[in-house]
């Protein structure tokens, strides 16, 4: 079990250079780059004043230089400073990014808690109108976008009945309950949207699973129902499943850069969005770099919970 | 496969049995015994006649300012009310349309031919090929979409790419979009048809296609590629869908179409929503559109998979 760890912790290690290559060379392969945007402002800036800032970025130096001096202190937590704002990317994202983890987290968890039941409960009754009924939500989730859903929830409920969801970040220090209370409509739309997914995997890995023999075999042995759903079929319905979890973690990420712009959360997601609009070159790579390594690492520990639950995979 | 067995049975009935063109039949049996997938094909045609037609179907242009009083609701003269800018917002919902079914349309070529492209020759020669063409493929998977797609979509812009329009349906920033969510589903799909094609490349006909003596390029365009083709065609039903959704997420953002061409992203996006309390139409009408085009989509794409997966045929 360690070896199969380590051997999966080794492979991640390259792809994360990778993204981290990627996102670099990205940003610098278009002409029009940071300096003439900072000097946008400065119309009389003379060419001397635009070398003199380009040597200031560290902009000068040729690219492979650049790239293995960024390496080498990312891998010392040092992400630069942001040429606009003048503070550092590391501090930036050390600041946002539990937001945007607890606003992910709770999504997740909303989502499952929506997803598994009614999937199950899909699969057990296939063909009947609960089983339509949840199919239809299913596509409908996957079909309608959040900020969609979301613009109705922000102007409806404020028409009919004066009531809007809360727009601004309330930290845990602001209480327990309006903290939760903050998260909870954002985190439920975006669950929403995730559910659908899952829902769907969820509901075709039950009827998968419930056609097999030893399916069969524990109904001759006359357990209950409930006993054959929780201890044989649940289990070996949701390895799959959890894959696809894995998998949504990286649509979360995408949710909430778009969510926290509509609920003005401070969190990576708004962040990345306006340094991208101002080419931000130090931040939106130390965002895209914690983002690749998030999900890298979900999906490491994905693969590892899937060796613990499935010993096929572990010795296959 | 379904040759053989068709020649099988031959001798038993008593006339032959004519069969219709694989795609003929394959509307056929949507038509027979997929009720909502009909009802969504329909759906999906009745949206690119409206944008093919836009200028006749809307009664005003889209960025026609005061042709009605601002922010009044829905009437007979403009039955999806007007925005904060006194624009019709049914016209601009119609030409909303050409954006999404341009980008829906790249979304199939696009992601097919590099799909097909990667997969098919990932999965037939195997080896080498394989092992780096998948490492690349592996890299790009781990990569969330939308932050791909909006360090691109930050790269270019503000930037023209010479030879392209400065506006429009074909302008920079359109281009670049349909190019990126092409690629970034192409890639998704070549794992799929890989995995097709590995399957397709070990039956027998490919063996007697192989001992008759057929180079690569034959054994690779009348073998493989109509046999993966099923998979494929569904793929790209279901990615028109995301690629839909991915591009007014982008609008929404501000990062998508230039704002002066209608979409339905950007109809929803942080400006209106400053009016939408008091004008909900302005939101109502183009998210219906778009979240009814993404519905369409999925669920042809469904009624496809049911129909052109042979393991679900079966059962």
Redesign the interface.
């Given at each position: 079990m360690t070896e199969y760890i380590l051997r999966r912790v080794l492979l991640a290690i390259p792809?994360i250079v990778?993204?981290i290559f990627?996102?670099f060379i990205?940003?610098r392969?278009?002409?029009?780059d940071l300096v003439t945007q900072m000097m946008a402002e400065r119309p009389y800036a003379t060419q001397q004043d635009k070398d003199q800032l380009r040597k200031e970025l560290g902009l000068d130096r040729p690219l492979p230089v650049q790239f293995l001096n960024y390496l080498g202190h990312a891998f010392q937590g040092d992400l630069g400073i942001s040429p606009w704002t003048h503070r550092p990317v590391t501090d930036e994202l050390k600041n946002r990014l539990p937001v945007t983890a607890e606003f992910g987290l709770y999504a997740i968890v909303l989502g499952l808690l929506i997803a598994l039941p009614v999937g199950v409960i899909s699969a057990m009754r296939q063909d009947t109108v609960e089983d339509y009924t949840s199919r239809s939500f299913a596509?409908?989730a996957?079909?309608?976008?959040y900020?969609?859903t979301a613009?109705?929830l922000?102007?409806?409920p404020?028409?009919w009945f004066g009531w809007s969801p809360p727009l601004i970040y309330k930290p845990w220090s602001a209480g327990p309950f309006s903290h939760l209370e903050y998260f909870f409509w954002p985190a439920l739309l975006l669950g929403v949207s995730l559910a659908g997914t899952v829902m769907r995997m969820t509901r075709t890995m039950m009827l998968e699973v419930l056609r097999q023999d030893y399916i069969r075999t524990a109904w001759a042995k006359g357990l209950r129902e409930r006993m054959i759903i929780t201890r044989h079929a649940l289990k070996n319905a949701f390895i799959p499943v959890i894959t696809i979890i894995g998998l949504q973690v990286?649509?979360a990420?995408?949710g909430t850069?778009?969510l926290e712009?509509i609920f003005n959360m401070p969190g990576i997601g708004r962040y990345?969005?306006s340094a991208?609009?101002q080419?931000d070159y130090p931040s939106?790579q130390g965002?895209?770099l914690v983002?690749?390594i998030i999900?890298?690492f979900v999906?490491l520990v994905v693969d590892v919970l899937y060796g613990v639950l499935d010993p096929r995979v572990r010795y296959g | 496969m379904a040759q053989t067995t068709a020649a099988m049975q031959l001798p038993a009935s008593a006339e032959p049995h004519r069969r219709l063109p694989f795609y003929l039949e394959v509307c056929v049996r949507l038509a027979k015994e997929k009720p909502m997938g009909l009802f969504s094909a329909i759906v999906v045609l009745v949206l690119f006649a409206m944008a093919v037609a836009a200028p006749l179907i809307a009664p005003f242009g889209p960025n026609e300012l005061g042709v009605g009083t601002r922010l009044t609701g829905p009437s007979w003269g403009h039955i999806m009310g007007t925005d904060n800018l006194g624009r019709d917002v049914f016209s601009r919902v119609v030409y909303g349309a050409r954006v999404s079914m341009t980008i829906g349309v790249a979304a199939v070529v696009v992601p097919t031919i590099i799909g097909l492209g990667i997969g098919v020759l990932s999965g037939y020669f195997g080896g080498l090929t394989d092992m780096i063409a998948q490492r690349f493929v592996d890299a790009f998977i781990a990569f969330p979409a939308l932050v791909f797609l909006l360090a691109v979509a930050a790269v270019f812009r503000g930037h023209q790419v010479p030879g392209l329009p400065a506006t429009g349906l074909l302008s920079t920033t359109n281009v670049v979009l349909m190019v990126s969510v092409g690629l970034l589903l192409g890639i998704g799909t070549s794992r799929i048809i890989r995995s097709a094609t590995i399957q397709v490349k070990d039956s027998t006909y490919m063996e007697a296609a192989r001992s008759l003596g057929c180079g690569h390029g034959r054994m690779i365009f009348v073998y493989v590629v109509p046999n993966v083709m099923a998979p494929t065609i569904t793929l790209a039903t279901l990615g028109l869908g995301v690629a839909i959704l991915i591009e007014a997420s982008l609008s929404f953002l501000g990062l998508g179409v230039p704002p002066d061409t209608p979409t339905w992203g950007g109809m929803l996006s942080r400006e209106a929503r400053s009016w939408m309390t008091q004008a909900p139409w302005m939101a109502i009408f183009p998210g219906g559109a778009l979240s009814l085009a993404v519905f369409a989509f999925n669920m042809l794409g469904d009624a496809l998979r049911d129909l052109l997966d042979p393991r679900l045929r079966n059962s």
């Open positions: 792809t990778l993204v990627l996102s990205v940003m392969l278009v002409p029009g596509i409908l996957l079909s309608v976008p900020f969609f613009t109705l922000i102007v409806f404020e028409k990286g649509t990420v995408g850069i778009i712009s990345f969005v991208i609009l080419r939106v965002v895209v983002l690749a999900i890298v999906n | -």
